[in-house]
């Protein structure tokens, strides 16, 4: 299955798509709901995808964003349960439709696939801890501090010395992926331009000073 760079061995990606169905989304389109049922795993076949769910309030948070290469909705598929989070298409994204039923088989029929699905659920929840101890450990500047660091890591492009976050985020996307209102990612987001480790521009950050970045994340 998936591993943490996005590729698959043995082919099993292309094994695993073909039996679905493709399907392409629009910047904005929602691949499923929370709280639905699932019918179907998606394998993400390009372009990223923003997993999120709501408080009752209506406030999104920002859960993960997912790449090419990834699954998504695989636990629903396994224990018939509804939805946990809801998938948005961040850009034009192509996917491939599994239907449940056939996505166990898959598994059933291929051991080694079914253990790395291990290792990837196991990789997302110690993500998910992570993230949780960060909103009690660090104030809001740091928290946008580690989120860029990552997108760095994960969506950058270097240009001359520099890192371009390639992953069309907004403000009001990144305070729900730090647990913080917009206003207050703003004023991090200024005072980070402040030190001269960012640059910002319309739905686009350009690291300046990743060390710099990195140090100020911890």
């Given amino acids: 299955m998936s591993r943490p760079d996005g590729t698959w061995p043995g082919g099993e ?31 993400v076949r390009s372009g990223r995808v923003k997993i999120s769910s709501y408080t009752e309030d209506g406030k999104e948070i920002v859960l993960a964003v997912r790449s090419p290469g990834e699954l998504l909705g695989e636990l629903s598929a396994i224990d018939g349960e509804a939805r946990s989070a809801t998938a948005t298409a961040l850009e034009p994204v192509e996917a491939s439709l599994v239907d449940a039923a056939d996505f166990r088989g898959f598994l059933r029929s291929r051991p080694g696939v079914a253990f790395r699905l291990l290792e990837i659920v196991s990789g997302k929840l110690r993500d998910a801890d992570r ?13 946008v501090a580690r989120r860029l660091v990552e997108m760095a890591e994960r969506f950058g492009e270097t240009e001359r010395g520099t890192v371009r976050i390639t992953l069309p985020l907004s403000q009001q996307e990144l305070a729900g992926w730090t647990g913080s209102s917009r ?8 005072q980070l331009r402040a030190r001269g480790l960012i640059e910002t521009a319309r739905r686009g950050i350009t690291v300046c000073n990743i060390d710099g970045l990195r140090r100020r994340a911890t």
Wanted: net charge positive; glycine share 10%; proline share 0%.
């Fill in 13 to 43: 990606l292309e094994a695993l798509a073909v039996i679905g169905r493709s399907k392409k989304y629009r910047r904005g389109a929602v691949l499923f709901h929370e709280g639905e049922e699932a019918s179907t795993v998606v394998v």
């Fill in 131 to 143: 993230k949780r101890v960060e909103y009690g450990a660090y104030d809001t500047t740091g928290r």
């Fill in 183 to 190: 206003e207050a990612v703003s004023k991090a987001l200024q």
